[in-house]
C-alpha cells in the first residue's frame, strides 16, 4: 500500500504546486481563445449576396482530421489568392486531428492567459489569430455516435459557433465528408453516411437558423480517398479545397508559381501554431534545466526560436502577394 499512497501524495503536492488542475481546462470552447477579440465582432460575410474579403484577412479552417490534412494541399491558398490579387489574404488551418464540437482538446496552457505558476514559467506568449472568415467543418466522426446523440451534437456546435460570433460574424459551415465504401469498414458504408447524412441535415438547419453559409460537399469518389479508405487522398483534398474556394468566390482562374511559396507558409504556420516539445515551450516543464540554454539558464531557446516564425511567415505571405500581383520572384 505505501507505493499507491506516496504516488497520490506526490501528485497533489505537484498539482498544488502548480496551482492549476489540467482536468479543470475547459476545451469545449478552445478555438475561441484561439482570437484577438476585438471590440466589436467583424461581419458580415456576404454583402448583398457575394463574398467580400477584406484587405488583408485572414481566412481560418477549423475542424478535425479532414481539415488538419488541407494543410499538405496548397489548392485553397492559391485559389484565393487568384480570386482576390489585391486582398493579400492569409488562410491558416488551426485544425486538430481529434477536435470536435464537444471539445477541442490542446496542449496544457495552450492559448491561456495564465500559464504554469512555477518559478521561471511564462504563459503562451503567441499572437493569436486576428479574426476574419472562419470555415467549420465537423460532424464525421461525431456521426458515429449514432442518431442517439444527434440533438446533442447540434446543441455543442451552436455552443461553439456562439463563442466564434463574439469575435467573427464571418462563418461557413461545410458539410462533413462522407465515408467511403473502401477499407476494413467498407461494408457499413450505407448505414454510415444514411445516419451522416441526418447529421448534415442539422447542420444545414443550424446554418439556415444563424444566417450562416452552408456548403454541402458533392460527391467524393472512392479514388479520392487514401488507403484506409476514411480521409481524402491528395485528389480529394484538391477536390474539397476547390468547393470551398467556389463557395468563397474564386471563378477558377489560376495564379501560378506560388505553390512551393504556399507550402513553406503552410510548414511555418503548422510549425507556430502546432510546435514541437510544447511542455518546455510554455507547458508545464519549463521549470526545467533542458528548457533553457546549456550555457545560460536565463535563455529561454525554444521561446527564442518560436519568436522568428511570424516574421518568417510574413516574408513568404508578402512574396506571395507579389507573385500574385505579377511581380515575379
Excluded at 209 to 234: H, K, Q, T, V, W
Excluded at 236 to 263: I, N, P, T
Excluded at 286 to 305: A, C, I, K, T
Aim: hydrophobic fraction near 40%.
Amino acid at each position: 500500500m505505501r507505493i499507491p499512497i506516496l504516488f497520490i501524495a506526490v501528485l497533489t503536492l505537484a498539482r498544488g504546486g502548480m496551482a492549476f488542475d489540467p482536468l479543470e481546462q475547459d476545451d469545449s470552447r478552445a478555438l475561441i481563445r484561439h482570437f484577438e477579440k476585438p471590440a466589436f465582432p467583424v461581419g458580415p460575410l456576404l454583402q448583398e449576396g457575394l463574398f467580400v474579403p477584406l484587405e488583408g484577412e485572414t481566412i481560418t479552417l477549423m475542424g478535425g482530421a479532414d481539415v488538419f490534412q488541407m494543410q499538405d494541399c496548397v489548392d485553397l491558398d492559391v485559389a484565393m489568392a487568384s480570386a482576390f490579387p489585391g486582398c493579400h489574404l492569409s488562410v491558416l488551418n488551426l485544425g486538430w486531428s481529434a477536435d470536435s464540437v464537444y471539445r477541442q482538446q490542446r496542449p496544457m496552457f495552450f492559448y491561456t492567459e495564465i500559464g504554469d505558476t512555477r518559478e521561471g514559467s511564462i504563459p503562451d506568449q503567441r499572437g493569436k489569430v486576428e479574426p476574419g472568415t472562419f470555415v467549420l467543418m465537423f460532424g464525421k466522426m461525431e456521426s458515429l455516435d449514432g442518431v442517439g446523440r444527434i440533438d446533442e451534437f447540434e446543441a455543442a456546435y451552436e455552443n461553439l459557433i456562439e463563442g466564434l460570433q463574439t469575435v467573427s460574424q464571418r462563418l461557413m459551415l461545410v458539410s462533413p465528408v462522407p465515408f467511403s465504401g473502401i477499407g476494413p469498414a467498407g461494408e457499413l458504408v450505407e448505414e454510415r453516411n444514411e445516419i451522416l447524412q441526418r447529421y448534415t441535415d442539422r447542420i444545414a438547419m443550424l446554418a439556415e437558423r444563424r444566417g450562416l453559409i452552408f456548403l454541402n460537399l458533392g460527391g467524393f469518389e472512392d479514388s479520392m480517398y487514401g488507403p484506409g479508405g476514411l480521409y481524402l487522398a491528395e485528389s480529394g483534398q484538391k477536390k474539397l479545397a476547390s468547393q470551398v474556394s467556389k463557395a468563397l468566390g474564386w471563378k477558377g482562374e489560376w495564379v501560378e508559381g506560388v505553390d512551393e511559396l504556399v507550402r513553406k507558409k503552410n510548414l511555418l504556420w503548422s510549425q507556430y501554431y502546432r510546435p514541437t516539445n510544447w511542455a518546455f515551450l510554455f507547458g508545464d516543464r519549463q521549470h526545467v534545466p533542458s528548457s533553457r540554454g546549456h550555457l545560460d539558464e536565463n535563455q529561454r531557446w525554444f521561446v527564442d526560436e518560436l519568436e522568428r516564425l511570424p516574421g518568417m511567415i510574413a516574408e513568404v505571405e508578402a512574396e506571395i502577394s507579389r507573385v500574385v500581383k505579377g511581380g515575379g520572384r
